[in-house]
């Protein structure tokens, strides 16, 4: 069975500098890594994904997420945070022999003027 | 539509009563999911539908719940005998299905979701 994890409730960064967002995974077949972002009152939207190649994936808003095999993570990154970052971070994976998606349990992002 | 529609987009309604949730799907999607986000929670996955094939219903939570889509389109998610820990947001989302390209393929698209209370 397919599983994500996302050690973190809540991250606080000051505005200009860099952030991570942890997410590791465990799944049977190759993955496909997500991450989605949601702000206050409203739904999930999609930032990145991984499916297949680099594994440096760049995504909206400046954020990537580097795929790392060995240590089943797909972490989060930005170089500079603002404050509209500010917002609930999901990291989701599919295996990819199928559909059924499983979400982390997400992480808050503070980031401070 | 241009996006995941769903409603209504509130409902509260009295314990022990059923209700209806509604999902319309981005036109040409065949996978198509039900989450629930309870208050300050993750996702919790319930159900999703792909094609024609049998649904995966392996995260509904108990027998009041349960899910259709008729036509492969517009998909229906029906709570009987709604208790209060049923009040969370629920969140319909679809995708392209199998065989549509690593480019465009997969990538799961949320509606706004509804938010059901129990009294």
């Known amino acids: 069975a397919q599983s994500v994890a996302q050690p973190e409730d809540q991250v606080n960064v000051a505005e200009g500098n860099p952030l991570t967002v942890k997410c590791t995974y465990s799944?049977?077949?190759?993955?496909?890594l997500f991450w989605y972002v949601q702000y206050p009152n409203r739904g999930l939207q999609f930032l990145l994904k991984?499916?297949?190649?680099?594994?440096l994936v760049k995504g909206s808003y400046g954020f990537e997420a580097e795929f790392n095999k060995s240590q089943t993570s797909f972490h989060l990154k930005k170089p500079s945070a603002l404050v509209s970052d500010s917002a609930l971070y999901f990291c989701?994976?599919?295996?990819?022999?199928?559909?059924?998606?499983?979400f982390g349990a997400g992480t808050r992002l503070f980031v401070k003027a | 539509g241009a996006g995941v529609s769903q409603s209504p987009s509130n409902k509260v309604t009295e314990k022990g009563k059923d209700v209806e949730l509604r999902c319309d799907p981005i036109?040409?999607?065949?996978?198509l999911y039900w989450y629930r986000q309870s208050l300050g929670q993750g996702l919790e996955f319930l159900i999703y539908?792909?094609?024609?094939?049998?649904?995966?219903k392996s995260g509904l939570p108990s027998d009041r719940f349960s899910a259709e889509r008729t036509g492969g389109s517009v998909s229906t998610l029906t709570i009987q005998r709604t208790q209060q820990e049923d009040s969370a947001v629920y969140l319909c989302?679809?995708?392209?299905?199998?065989?549509?390209?690593?480019?465009?393929?997969?990538?799961?698209?949320f509606g706004e979701g509804s938010w059901l209370t129990v009294v």
């Open positions: 989302a679809s995708s392209l299905g199998p065989g549509t390209g690593e480019s465009s393929g997969n990538t799961i698209y």
């Open positions: 799944v049977s077949g190759n993955p496909y």
């Open positions: 991984y499916i297949t190649g680099d594994n």
């Open positions: 989701a994976v599919r295996d990819g022999r199928g559909f059924k998606t499983i």
């Open positions: 036109s040409g999607h065949t996978a």
């Open positions: 539908f792909q094609g024609n094939s049998a649904p995966d």
